[in-house]
């Protein structure tokens, strides 16, 4: 089953939103198999940005992600990736739908609360470099009553 490496930056923790981002993931029927709280070292953050480094704004991006602990997550479900993404809104949160993550709770992009896998692959690669130690496994019950 698909799988989306997803994490609630220094920000949204600080601002206690992880309680409200779980629920949400949660709610919609994905199956939590990774979850940590944890202060990010440098080489990590610059990792798992590395396609942005060439960016203006990415010394101020490893800055942001190592400011404080994240909350990193594996999300488990059909289409999980790329409803994931759409759950969270776009990157500029002054352009994300009212309804998604950054569209309720984030005003400037540089403050946007969390990241979301932007493909499969990404999400692979990403899950990889963030649990290394790998992820939980376990049956969801509820999955007769999820998916047709
Ligand atoms: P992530 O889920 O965090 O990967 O965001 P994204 O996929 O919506 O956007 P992208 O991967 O292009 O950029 C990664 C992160 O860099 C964004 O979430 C922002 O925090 C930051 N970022 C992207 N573009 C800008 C920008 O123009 N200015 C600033 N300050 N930050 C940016
Ligand atoms: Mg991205």
């Not at 609360?113 to 130690?133: K, T, Y």
């Given at each position: 089953m698909e799988q989306s490496y997803i994490m609630i930056k220094p920000d949204g923790v600080q601002r206690g939103l992880v309680g409200e981002i779980i629920k949400r993931f949660e709610q919609r029927g994905y199956a939590l198999k990774g979850l940590k709280i944890m202060n990010v070292q440098r080489h990590l953050a610059e990792k798992h940005y590395e396609d942005l480094s060439s960016k203006p704004f990415f010394p101020a991006l490893v800055d942001y992600i190592i400011s404080g602990p994240v909350v990193a997550m594996v999300w488990e479900g059909k289409g999980v990736v790329a409803t994931g993404r759409k759950m969270i809104g776009a990157t500029n949160p002054l352009a994300s739908e009212p309804g998604t993550i950054r569209g309720d709770f984030a005003i400037e992009v540089?403050?946007?609360?969390?990241?979301?896998?932007?493909?499969?692959?990404?999400?692979?690669?990403?899950?990889?470099?963030?649990?290394?130690?790998?992820?939980?496994?376990?049956?969801?019950?509820?999955?007769?009553?999820?998916?047709?």
């Open positions: 540089g403050r946007n609360v969390i990241h979301g896998s932007d493909s499969v692959e990404s999400a692979q690669r990403e899950i990889a470099l963030w649990f290394p130690e790998g992820v939980t496994e376990w049956t969801q019950v509820a999955k007769p009553w999820i998916y047709e």
